[in-house]
Structures are given as structure tokens and as C-alpha cells.
């Protein structure tokens, strides 16, 4: 029976590309591993399938019995559902320290980073395993996606090495420009429905007992949300409502002029002033230089909610 | 403002070893970190600092708004009281997962191997830092003393190599002898308080929320507790009532014979019997072959309390 290696719910593109390439390590260290997914991918991932030459990873929600490796989340609430009834073998993550316990030692790779996959490069080089090259150029997209081609305040020289040496074993000239590639493919927002956007990147935390949701869109020019902003509203309205949710925010981010309008619906009317210093106008602020949901937006959120 | 590496409280060698490495590890690279200890020093810690020329690392209980790196623990009961007010640098560990969070993405490093001090080898291979003798000497100790000179279960190859490693570096050349030298130093438990005793390495744990405190005393030949059991057994049955605890459990480890004797006060009277399939003879079981209170006792206590 093999084990599992699984990203977190509503998978993004380290999800999907750690967990195959960790996959690929375990088993090439004679333990068989096999990447699933907790949900669909988006138009990002599917692009950086295509271009390696990697099918989806199984659709599988349901691990009782069976032994798991946790990428790139260790909040339960982000992870299968049945996570008590399966065995957790290791985690590699880059987020804060989540609630995710367990009753036998296991194999932790955490390190404050800007992607779970410059850590499994790590690994690679710790256990001496020569990296396959589409494994390499999925790993080097996803560090260009959580980096926001080395924008966000999360990326570290860490990153940006690790992509210049992925490139290389993938023979890949210009990393930023497939970078920007795979940025127009993710910004290409119309005709999605409003829901599959607003689900595209969102992630549950449970923050001192608050459930609150958070997604995020981010894009080349924020314009392109113009005339769906009463939309995006109505539907994070209803999702924090079917949630029983306390808050949730959409962050809306331009990666050119590198800031997010966030959207808020909440409990606390007086959210975003408590945790970012900024007052709600028509439900909507800017944040200039804000481009983190784990680094910016996070943390003072947890911290105003205690 | 230095940062602090700490271990659990009730401090065993592995914890105070590796809050030393770690220090001398995160000073070189740049990050002025100092050891720091929970509690008194037990004889075998004493004797490994003072065979390498370590001063006792500064007994510090309260880090609110400092930043610090816990070793050898992930269980918030086991850390400092006041570690909510900390921030959390890093975790290096080899026990299971415990319920430490964070609220900012950190440094973790967890394997499934014998002792933290492996670990933080691992650490100055990474980081290209060399280890100065002492320190390698101590941490060798570490090893040889948490893995009861490589018979515990717990013991993995990495174990066995790393010691290897550090003793060459150490210029030990009979790293066993000294491991038995070690042992000698922890066996002389005669003329000790029986408080310190029990109290010696004793670890609280929080079991589907019942607090179990169990504590080992690892010697050469058991004989050496034949006229204190009823004054060991009276001491855990006031701890069990001071502390308000579902259970105590004392481990009786006789490292030669390689085996357990273990003394139950506990609420459940079918405890051992659940966990163990053994039943209790006066309030004792002898338990073959178990020497590892992380790996053989842990696990299924907290699975029969589940
Ligand atoms: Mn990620
Ligand atoms: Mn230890």
C-alpha cells in the first residue's frame, strides 16, 4: 500500500507541484508515494501540468488508515477532513506553525520561506537525489507562483537561488519570463464563474475560535475585476454565510503595482482598522505593498481577533 | 536583544546539549542566541558539562517578548509557561507532534531519530558550520544517553553515525565506555531526595485531556530500587493529587537487562491491561523490552485514552 503526500484544500500550484515532487523522492528512497489532490486545480496548476508533461494528481479525500506526508499547510482545517484516522509521516511547510498533532515521531521540514517547494529542493540535496527536469520546472513555477516572481515580501534569497538552480536542471534560459507567462494565464478571470474565482485560492483559519476565510486573486492589472466587484461581494456575503463563517476577505492583487484592494464582509466592523490601520470604504480598502496573505494579511489578523 | 534556545522542563541532557549547540550554531551564523535551562540539572547532565567545560546554562522561565528556539519538545505543557508572549524562532525535535502554534511562519526541523543532538548535526552540515570539540564531545553524550547507548528502539542508524562523527571530532575513542561511565553517574540515585528523584526526568503530558505525568530513572541493575518502592510509589500518589493528574506512571528502566518496570497510580485501574495487555501485580508490571518512554509508552497510552 503506498503513502500519500497531499497539499491543503483548494489546492494552488505548491500544493499540487510539492506534493509530486516529494512523491517522487520518497519513492526514488524506496518508500512509494503517490501526490493527491484535495480539490480542482486552477487554470495556473493545469498550465504548469501541461507544460511538464504531468497528469492530475488523484482526486482523493479520504486517508483513514493510511500514511500521509502534509505539503505546504499544517492547519487541520486546511487538511483532509478524516486527518485523525490517517498516520502523518512528515510535514514540509512554510506557514505558521498550524494545530495539526500527531502520536508518533515523524519528519518535519518547516522553514520560513517564500514556497514549500524551494524546501523539497532542500531535501533533494539533503538526500543526494538528482532532480528529474519537468519535477524541476513544476518546482520552479511554484516557487515563481508563492514568490510572485520574487515580489512578496515572503520571498527569501533562499527562493531566488533555488529557482536559478531548478532553471538550470530544466533547461529553462528565462524563468522570469514563464513567470509572467503563467501570471497572464492565471489573470484571465473572465467567463469563470464568480464562485470558482472567489474558491480559486481560498484557504479557512480558524483564528481564536473565529472561522475566518481568506481568498485571493492575483492578477496583472487590477481592472479587470471593474465590473465584478458588486458580484464578488454578493458571493463572499453568501460564502461566509453558508460557512457560518465570522469574516471573510478577498484580496484582489495587483502584482504590477504591487498592493490588493481587499474586500471585506465581517462580524467586526471595525476589522481592518484594528488589523491593518485602514478603514473600510464601501466594504473595500487598499493595502499598498501588500502582496502576502501568510506574511501581511494574516498575522495581524490573528492578533486583533485574540 | 539575544534570542534563547531552550528545552523541556524537568531538563535532560539531550535538552540542555543541544540548547548549548544550537546557540553556538545560530551565534556563528549571525543570530546571537544563548542557552537557557527550565529547570535543575540532573547528576548526568552535570557530569557531561562538567567533562567538557560548559558553565550551567542560565536557569530563565519567562521569555515573554523574547525570541526563542525550542529543543527537544513540541508539547506546550512541557515548554515555558509563558510561551504564548514568546515568538517562536524554530523548533528541533524527535518527538511526536505536540500542540505548539505560531502566528508567524518559523524554522522547524523534527525526525523520527534518537535524540535532538542528531538533529542539530544535521543542522551544522547544512549551515557548513564546524563543530568545536566540547560541543561535540556533549552532544555525543546527548546521544548515547537518549538512545540508552544505541538499545533503544528509538535509536536509528543516523544515531549510531552521528555519534561516530562527533566522536571523532571529539577525540573520544571509546565512545561506548564513556556511555557506560555516563550510565554509572545516573545509576547512583542512593541519598537523593525521593521527590528528585521521581522528579528527575519527568515529563506531563495532555492526553485527549487527561494530564499524565510520567517520569524514568534508566540504571544498570534495578536492584538498586528494592528498598524505595513504597516510598516511590507514596511520592507519585502526591504528585498524582498535587497535580490534579489522570495519571502517574514512574519507569523503572534496567538498561542492561533491557526492560521496564513501571508503578501505576492512575484513575483507570485496567490502564496497563488497555495500553500494554499486561495487569497489574501491587500497582507494578514489568514490561520486556521497553526502554523507550517516547516510542513504546507514549503512543499506546494516548491511543487508550483516545
Ligand atoms: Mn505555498
Ligand atoms: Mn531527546
Same mark, same amino acid.
Given at each position: ?18 506534493? &509530486? !515532487? ?6 526514488? %528512497? @524506496?518508500? $512509494? ?7 480542482? #486545480? ?126 538550470? &536542471? !530544466? ?6 519570463? %514563464? @513567470?509572467? $507567462? ?7 478571470? #473572465? ?116
Amino acid at each position: 500500500m503506498p503513502n500519500y503526500a497531499v497539499g491543503h484544500k483548494t489546492p494552488d500550484s505548491d500544493s499540487i507541484c510539492s506534493a &509530486i !515532487a516529494l512523491s517522487y523522492l520518497k519513492t526514488t %528512497l @524506496g518508500e $512509494e508515494t503517490v501526490p493527491a489532490r484535495l480539490g480542482e #486545480l486552477s487554470p495556473e496548476t493545469l498550465f504548469i501540468l501541461d507544460k511538464f508533461g504531468f497528469e492530475q494528481p488523484e482526486l482523493k479525500t479520504s486517508f483513514a488508515g493510511e500514511g500521509i506526508y502534509i505539503v505546504d499547510h499544517s492547519d487541520r482545517i486546511q487538511g483532509p477532513d478524516d486527518i485523525d484516522e490517517a498516520t502523518i509521516l512528515g510535514i514540509i511547510d512554510h506557514h505558521k506553525l498550524g494545530d495539526i498533532t500527531t502520536s508518533t515521531p515523524l519528519e518535519i521540514w518547516v522553514r520560513p520561506v517564500g514556497c514549500t517547494n524551494t524546501i523539497i529542493k532542500m531535501m533533494y540535496d539533503f538526500y543526494d537525489v538528482e532532480i528529474p527536469k519537468n519535477i524541476a520546472g513544476a518546482m520552479m513555477c511554484a516557487i515563481l507562483s508563492d514568490t510572485v516572481i520574487f515580489k512578496s515580501p515572503t520571498c527569501t534569497t533562499a527562493d531566488i537561488k533555488c529557482v536559478e538552480a531548478l532553471a538550470e &536542471i !530544466a533547461g529553462i534560459s528565462d524563468a522570469k519570463a %514563464l @513567470g509572467m $507567462e503563467m501570471f497572464a494565464v492565471k489573470s484571465a478571470v #473572465l467567463g469563470t464563474p464568480i464562485r470558482d474565482l472567489v474558491l480559486r485560492d481560498f484557504k479557512d483559519f480558524n483564528m481564536h475560535g473565529n472561522l475566518v476565510g481568506i481568498g485571493q486573486l492575483e492578477v496583472l492589472d487590477l481592472a479587470i475585476f471593474d465590473d465584478m466587484k458588486l458580484e464578488l461581494f454578493a458571493d463572499i456575503a453568501k460564502l461566509k454565510a453558508e460557512g457560518n463563517r465570522h469574516t471573510v476577505l478577498l484580496l484582489l492583487t495587483d502584482i504590477m503595482k504591487e498592493g490588493s484592494e481587499m474586500l471585506v464582509i465581517s462580524d467586526n466592523a471595525d476589522l481592518t482598522e484594528k488589523a491593518y490601520g485602514k478603514t473600510l470604504v464601501d466594504g473595500k480598502v487598499w493595502l499598498d505593498g501588500v502582496l502576502s496573505r501568510k506574511k501581511q494579511v494574516v498575522p495581524p489578523l490573528q492578533d486583533s481577533l485574540a
